[in-house]
């Protein structure tokens, strides 16, 4: 009863965590404009060379043409293929993939998971039954890629000099938590044929607010990472597998234009209206003047030489 207690604890703690994070994301204020190109969404004529509707006579007057399936695909190359590590970071590269594939092994591992207790609650086994080979597939193929890829990030962060400066405690203990997760259900996978089978009465006894099957050893231990796994997830920089929505779409794609009649004529009007602390001689921010106090004020106070 206790490990189920602790489940609930750490999927409550998941759930809020994650949508009170979204839900400050969302209500930030306005960013500042990257309008570097190319950018996906703009038509593939102009895409494929950091073309722009700016090249446009009189674009002001014209609707925008944009392609999803630019954005969509761009998403997908960075998702699957982590396309910029690819190109930033090769030598990280194979690990970085690995590491995230395992990830997504898990989330896919889970969905099964989830509904073959469903099946097996509702005494559909054939679904039960169709599920079970491609679920033990899953889950060897992510605790295998999982184990691999944190196992080698942690390696290239302890022994590279060029890593090594930027890579924080935190970092350490984060992929030594999700490498003992990988780690253990290897383990557990390894020394009991069952542990997929007790994995899916796990989740139906959580559906159904049933005491979980007796778990050991290796399993147990799995679980309980898997659990403070959950729990931490939201406040770490892991957020970032939803948070790209934002950072793409919101800031580094948007080149939409500035019209009065559009939600950015709001957005701006509010982000005006933000009192500034900046104490930049130039900028007199006190925390309680706002952006458009200070941009109405005359000339710059130029600051003393030393």
């Not at 003992?180 to 006894?205: A, E, Q, R, W, Y």
């Amino acid at each position: 009863m206790a490990l189920l207690i602790i489940l609930y604890g750490a999927l409550a703690v998941f759930v809020a965590g994650n949508l009170v994070r979204i839900l400050r994301i969302a209500t930030m204020p306005a960013h500042l404009r990257w309008e570097l190109y190319p950018v996906p969404h703009e038509p593939p004529t102009k895409a494929r060379y950091g073309g722009s509707y700016f090249e446009e006579t009189d674009w002001w007057t014209k609707s925008m043409e944009t392609s999803r399936s630019g954005e969509v695909r761009a998403v997908l190359q960075e998702v699957f293929f982590l396309k910029g590590v690819w190109r930033q970071n090769r030598q990280l590269w194979l690990w970085s993939w690995l590491f995230h594939a395992g990830l997504y092994f898990l989330i896919l591992e889970t969905v099964m998971v989830l509904a073959s207790a469903c099946a097996e609650h509702a005494n559909v086994a054939g679904i039960c039954r169709a599920l079970q080979p491609p679920l033990a597939l899953v889950s060897w193929l992510g605790v295998l890629s999982g184990t691999a890829g944190s196992l080698g990030l942690l390696i290239r962060r302890t022994t590279s000099p060029k890593l090594r400066p930027f890579t924080s405690l935190w970092a350490y203990l984060n992929l030594s938590v999700i490498l003992l997760m990988f780690g253990t259900g290897l383990l557990s996978l390894l020394v009991d044929p069952t542990t997929v089978n007790k994995m899916i009465l796990l989740v139906g006894g959580l559906l159904a607010f049933n005491a979980p099957p007796s778990l050991q050893g290796t399993m147990a231990v799995h679980v309980l990472l898997l659990a403070l796994f959950l729990a931490y997830f939201p406040f770490t920089h892991m957020t970032h597998m939803y948070m790209k929505y934002f950072t793409y779409h919101a800031v580094q794609w948007d080149d939409a234009p500035y019209r009065s009649d559009t939600g950015i004529h709001a957005s701006i009007a509010r982000s005006l209206s933000q009192p500034v602390s900046w104490a930049a001689p130039h900028i007199r921010g006190d925390g309680r003047k706002t952006w458009i106090e200070i941009a109405a004020e005359e000339g710059p106070v130029r600051a003393k030489r030393i």
